[in-house]
């Protein structure tokens, strides 16, 4: 465990009963009324925007700084090349797979106005609230960072759950949350780490790995 998350978890001053309901709101709750239909695919916009404002709330009321969220220049110069490897990697990795198993480019992409912008919102929100908070959440729940790493994937995994095709699309949630948990603990970076993660949803969305019917990203 990076020295950083160490830092950020002995200045949570979150109880650990508390920390474990705000995961459970903004992480679990939700996703669980999705999968059980109690919310419905138009209203999911307006779940995303409450969740954000929530996190905000939480992160404010709790005086979280923006070394505690990652955010410092020296950081980015110091990890840029372990992320740059990463992201590649992790591009060719998805791109050769989704050419295995017979998925396609979506065609014309760069006229889809949603494609391009609601990627990138969402791997924002997901690194702030999977990364940047989540893991020094869970630091403080729990003692062993490798069980940090696997409980983070999994909480990852499972907001992929309201996705179709599970079969393909939960393992490589659970695949990629270790992958992005792993860099975190080992590289705290949140501005690297949002810029990976939107490359990567890029590749990820731009074969269809992760579509909601209806919905073009």
């Known amino acids: 465990m990076d020295e950083q998350i160490k830092y950020i978890v002995e200045n949570i001053q979150t109880s650990k009963k508390e920390l474990l309901l705000q995961i459970l709101l903004i992480f679990i709750l939700p996703i669980l009324l999705i999968d059980l239909s109690i919310i419905s695919s138009g209203q999911r916009v307006y779940l995303l925007v409450a969740l954000i404002s929530l996190l905000v709330v939480i992160l404010v009321e709790e005086k979280w700084t923006l070394l505690m969220l990652g955010i ?16 590649l990697v992790t591009v060719a990795t998805i791109s050769l797979f989704g050419e295995k198993i017979g998925y396609e480019e979506l065609n014309k992409w760069w006229k889809y106005s949603h494609f391009i912008y609601g990627f990138l919102l969402v791997s924002i929100f997901q690194e702030v609230g999977y990364r940047a908070y989540l893991i ?46 792993i860099m975190y603990m080992r590289y705290p970076s949140l501005l690297l780490i949002i810029i990976s993660h939107s490359i990567i949803n890029f590749a990820v969305v731009l074969y269809g790995f992760f579509v909601i019917p209806g919905v073009t990203y």
Request: proline residues 10%; without cysteine.
């Open 72 to 87: 410092t220049k020296y950081r980015i110069k110091k990890y840029i090349i372990p992320y740059t490897i990463f992201t």
């Open 136 to 181: 020094p959440a869970l630091s403080k729940l729990i003692s062993r960072p490798w069980l940090v790493v696997i409980v983070n994937a999994l909480i990852f995994m499972f907001l992929h759950s309201i996705f179709p095709n599970p079969m393909i699309g939960l393992p490589l949630a659970f695949i990629g949350g270790l992958g992005f948990a």
